[in-house]
């Protein structure tokens, strides 16, 4: 039994990743919180979404899974002792389509409120691609003729490609259409919830605090690493539709915003446990992790930076070569070679920062001799 909880009860079981299961957890204080677990609507390696349900203040529901999976989750919510309309207000973590896909269908169904972060409703007319896939610098521009000459080269076959972006823009359509009942400030209160901001992995992500517990979205997660933003930079009609307290990007995306944000899930104190979107259980294991975990996700991303820095080595190198340097074959076929790609531009980006790193036009990576971005790592974690 871990030791956040009194009891953990499976009422209904799911496959070896915890598809369609239903546990209640009972904190000590006598929190009883029933988790669910809704499949993706497309194969994922994350596994499902775990949409989490309990009473503060009314009947609330953090996050509701992907798009086409609401039925799934009207299913779990009954199979957990609900009906749909008892739910009060849905908690969107972040804006990403299987955290939020399905909340406009259980809005208009119910009339629960949306709840999100206050930038989250400044988001809803813009597809994410075009702000977090705009290229923002000459290095960002190098990544996508990467991946462009990558799909050209290799023939890729775009039927699943189309397929994605297809289900992506139905996703972009629809969340336009969304009202947000209440946009959430950083360190606000809500009965016994409060909320911190902690972007990064998304611009709007939030993490969830409740007795003792963080409910922390995609920004800690079991066993994988979320990916890290890259940094952004809007465009004049994204800009133009946003208050001014929003226009610093930097504030929002980039992996140095990202740790940033990971250690004030760290600063909550060793003993807060963390209920995460992802892998909460998997491989047929439950995952209960404490905020610790997110000391352990910057540690793999400042192991990545000196990595970074040993491929490139000596002599000027590129960005194509450092990727596949650092990657295995297999993380690079397809659609992996972009998210791979992202990732590692999100370091050169934060290496460039702290001075260690060169960037020429996009296409050379020098090293400089220092390595500043130790002492970054050791002031941000004390």
Not at 53 to 61: A, Q
Not at 186 to 192: C, I, T, V
Not at 315 to 337: A, C, D, H, Q
Not at 361 to 366: A, F
Request: hydrophobic residues 35%; proline residues 4%; glycine residues 10%.
């Amino acid at each position: 039994m871990p030791d956040a909880f009194k009891d953990v009860a499976v009422l209904r079981q799911g496959d070896p990743q915890g598809n369609r299961m239903i546990v209640r957890l009972t904190t000590h204080n006598g929190l009883v919180i029933h988790t669910i677990a809704v499949p993706q609507d497309w194969p994922s390696g994350t596994g499902p979404t775990w949409a989490y349900l309990f009473e503060n203040e009314g009947l609330n529901l953090i996050d509701a899974g992907a798009m086409d999976s609401y039925a799934m989750l009207a299913d779990g919510i009954q199979g957990a002792g609900f009906r749909t309309r008892d739910i009060d207000r849905v908690i969107v973590t972040h804006g990403h389509q299987d955290h939020d896909g399905a909340a406009g269908e259980l809005v208009e169904e119910t009339g629960a409120e949306l709840w999100a972060h206050d930038i989250y409703e400044h988001l809803l007319p813009h597809n994410p691609w075009d702000i977090q896939r705009k290229a923002a610098s000459a290095l960002q521009k190098e990544m996508e003729r990467i991946v462009n000459n990558d799909r050209e080269t290799n023939c890729e076959d775009s039927s699943g490609r189309s397929s994605y972006q297809e289900r992506h823009q139905d996703y972009v359509e629809k969340r336009r259409q969304y009202h947000v009942s209440h946009g959430i400030t950083e360190g606000e209160r809500f009965g016994g919830l409060t909320f911190m901001h902690a972007p990064g992995h998304s611009p709007d992500e939030l993490c969830v605090m409740l007795d003792g517990l963080v409910f922390t979205g995609d920004h800690v997660l079991p066993e994988i690493t979320p990916h890290p933003t890259m940094r952004a930079r809007y465009g004049k009609e994204v800009k133009g539709s946003m208050p001014a307290r929003f226009h610093d990007e930097d504030r929002f995306y980039g992996l140095a915003t990202y740790l940033k944000s990971l250690q004030r899930v760290v600063d909550l104190g060793e003993g807060v446990a963390v209920l995460p979107a992802h892998r909460l259980f998997n491989r047929n294991k439950f995952n209960f992790q404490k905020v610790s975990r997110a000391s352990e996700i910057i540690g793999h991303h400042a192991g990545r930076l000196s990595r970074i820095l040993q491929r490139v080595g000596s002599k000027p190198t590129t960005l194509e070569s450092v990727t596949r340097g650092v990657f295995s074959k297999r993380k690079l076929i397809g659609g992996n070679l972009y998210m791979a790609l992202s990732e590692i531009v999100a370091h050169i980006e934060l290496l460039e920062e702290t001075g260690d790193l060169e960037v020429d036009y996009g296409q050379s990576l020098r090293r400089t001799g220092s390595e500043n971005h130790k002492q970054f790592i050791h002031d941000l974690t004390g």
